[in-house]
């Protein structure tokens, strides 16, 4: 029996040290969120450092009170206008197609993530316009995960750090 046991654990202990030197020594490195257009990438970078900018012009760092009914109506005027800039930024690197395979693949599929977190964003301003209280922030989750950090890591991961999801809403 022990004699079992023993097989049993060397052959366990030599397949994790199996898959380790696998996953160190000949793992691909790529991330799977990589495109090879560099082009579309600086032309996508560009559109969402202007919506960048419009956002950070519309900042107001006042204190609020979350019960002041007009402050939160106000705060929905600039989380309005924000919105749409970053709307636009979407609308025109939707225009834009990158030509290699693998960025017509997963562009359209970041492209339709962004849609559903600008959404989040527009369900967000209504729930200002109607609370007396500030209400929390909430964005779709893709399977367990905030829709915001999918968005987000495929923009790190393409070097456009300005096309990551801002994090006006999160405090």
């Known amino acids: 029996m022990q004699k079992i046991v023993r097989v049993i654990l060397v052959v366990v202990c030599s397949a994790i040290a199996a898959m ?11 991330s799977f969120n990589k495109i090879g257009d560099d082009a579309w990438k600086a032309r996508s970078e560009a559109h969402c450092q202007v919506a960048e900018n419009e956002r ?11 019960e002041d009914v007009n402050a939160l109506k106000k705060k929905a005027d ?24 693998k960025g017509k693949e997963l562009v359209p ?9 600008i959404q989040n964003r527009r369900d967000f301003i209504q ?7 500030r209400p929390f922030f909430a964005e779709t989750e893709v399977e367990g995960v905030p829709i915001s950090e999918r968005i987000g890591k495929f923009a790190r991961e393409n070097d456009m750090k300005t096309c990551q999801p801002p994090l006006d809403l999160s405090v």
Do not use: C, H
């Not at 599929?109 to 977190?117: E, P, S, T």
């Not at 729930?127 to 209280?133: E, G, I, K, V």
């Open 20 to 30: 380790w030197i696998y996953a160190f020594g000949f793992a691909s490195r790529e």
């Open 56 to 66: 950070f012009a519309l900042e107001d760092l006042t204190q609020m009170n979350p």
């Open 78 to 101: 600039i989380v309005e206008k924000a919105t749409d800039s970053l709307e636009r930024a979407i609308d025109k690197i939707a225009q834009d197609s990158p030509s290699d395979a």
């Open 109 to 117: 599929q970041w492209i339709a993530d962004y849609r559903k977190y």
């Open 127 to 133: 729930a200002l316009r109607t609370s007396d209280r």
